[in-house]
């Protein structure tokens, strides 16, 4: 038997294709490692306004698993503080063990072949299509989608170039409401605290410079203190991170690499989600032309679509990261000192407005920010 296509992994991006396959017919494989949902990924569970726009396109019902609404962030550097508000919602708060089970629950699981509890290894060439070794099997598919993140070994089998960071989280049960970021000591990074209601996600990331002054496990314990994080910690674990780039690296004859496994991450926030969800849709349109058409050119034109959809944007990221990091004293400064440039800083940390975009706003509204107008 040879699948239409073959799925490896079922996180927001593999989840997100299957979905679009839904009712087309495609004889389709997932295999996935985790033998059950809900299971384990280190995230801070944030959606943006755009992951959470895209993720109710194509699961509407996604509300029942937002923990809180955040309409409030206070940013800290040192010692500094500052607050930015917002009358609509800057960040849609989940737990990802419940998302992702959610997401997978939401699928019609009766129209694919699911294999839960296997973990894919390598693949090898096949007459026009892959053959994909499993832990279990090997199986003949005409396509491959490559969504099992961070981590992934097809990635690596073919050399998928990719920026890796590196994260530590814990979860500290806590009922603290505020939503808090802070920038201290970091060079590329920060330190966060995601209120979930009984529960508070606390990590820090440095996205593009793994050198931290000393473990990271240890500086995240003193920033829970910092910011009176002091309860029960359940669970704890470092994590690696990509970081998106202008040209992303997602194509290989017959196979696509979607989400993280092909580095598709906000290089200055570490924003996932969205670029998971979406390379998920847009790798299953792509898919679903190529097996209308048989011509294998069609595959290829995922990476044009992903680098035109993302680079532009991952690009600007690391302008305004530069930025940022580089002034970061007098950034704060004038964030502190501008209600326009908090508001301007609101919208992209909600990922409502882009950096380009955002770039061109804070040239304007810094001489006025300067000159204390
Ligand atoms: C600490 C941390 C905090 C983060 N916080 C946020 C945040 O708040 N908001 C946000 O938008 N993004 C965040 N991100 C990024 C986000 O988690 C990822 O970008 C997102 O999960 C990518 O989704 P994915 O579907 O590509 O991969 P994943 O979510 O990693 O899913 C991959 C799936 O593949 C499976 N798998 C792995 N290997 C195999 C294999 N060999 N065979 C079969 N299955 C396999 C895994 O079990 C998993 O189910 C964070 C990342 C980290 C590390």
Redesign the pocket.
């Known amino acids: 038997m040879i699948y239409d296509v073959g799925v ?7 989840v997100s294709a299957l979905k679009v396959f839904e009712g087309s017919g495609l004889k389709v494989l997932a ?4 033998p059950s949902f809900p ?1 384990k ?8 306004s755009k ?1 959470y726009t895209i993720l109710k396109e194509f699961f509407p019902e996604v509300d029942s698993v937002v923990r809180k609404k955040i309409t409030r962030f206070t940013l800290y550097n040192g010692k500094n503080s500052t607050v930015l508000t917002s009358d609509t919602v800057l960040t849609y708060m989940t737990q ?1 063990e419940e998302l ?1 089970a959610f997401l997978f629950n939401s699928l019609n699981h009766s129209q694919f072949d699911i294999h839960l509890g ?4 390598t693949v090898d060439k096949d007459i026009d299509g892959v053959i994909l070794n ?1 832990t279990k099997d090997s199986y003949r598919v005409k396509v491959l989608l490559v ?8 990635a690596r089998q073919l050399g998928i170039k990719r920026e890796i960071g590196f ?1 530590y ?1 814990s979860y500290v049960e806590n009922s603290k409401e505020e939503l808090i970021i802070d920038f201290t000591s970091f060079k590329w990074g920060y330190y966060w605290a ?1 209120p979930k209601g009984d529960v508070v996600t606390t ?1 820090l ?1 440095e996205f593009k410079n793994r050198k931290l002054s000393g473990s990271f496990r240890e500086i995240l314990s003193s920033f829970n203190k910092k910011h009176g994080l002091t309860g029960k910690e359940t669970w704890s674990s470092g ?3 990509p970081a998106g780039k202008s040209k992303n690296d997602v194509y290989r004859p017959h196979i696509l690499f ?4 092909g580095g598709l ?1 906000d290089p200055l926030t ?7 969800v979406k390379s ?1 849709t847009v790798a299953a349109g792509v898919v679903k032309q190529f097996l209308i058409t048989g011509d294998p050119h069609r595959l290829k034109s995922y990476e044009t679509a992903i680098n035109s959809l993302f680079g532009e944007e991952f690009k600007w990221a690391r302008i305004v990261g530069h930025l940022f990091f580089n002034l970061k004293g007098l950034n704060f400064f004038l964030l502190k000192r501008s209600p326009e440039l908090a508001q301007l800083a609101a919208g992209l940390l909600a990922g409502r407005i882009s950096y380009r975009e955002s770039f061109k706003k804070y040239l304007k509204l810094v001489p006025g920010a300067l000159l204390g107008r």
């Open positions: 490896v992994g079922l996180g927001p991006a593999g295999v996935e490692t985790a299971r990924k280190p995230c801070a569970g944030g959606l943006t992951a990802r992702d296997e973990t894919a290894l499993t969504a099992s993140g961070v981590n992934s070994r097809i994260t989280e995601f990590g990331g994590f690696p991170i979607l989400g993280d496994a991450v570490g924003e996932g989600i969205y670029y998971a998920g």
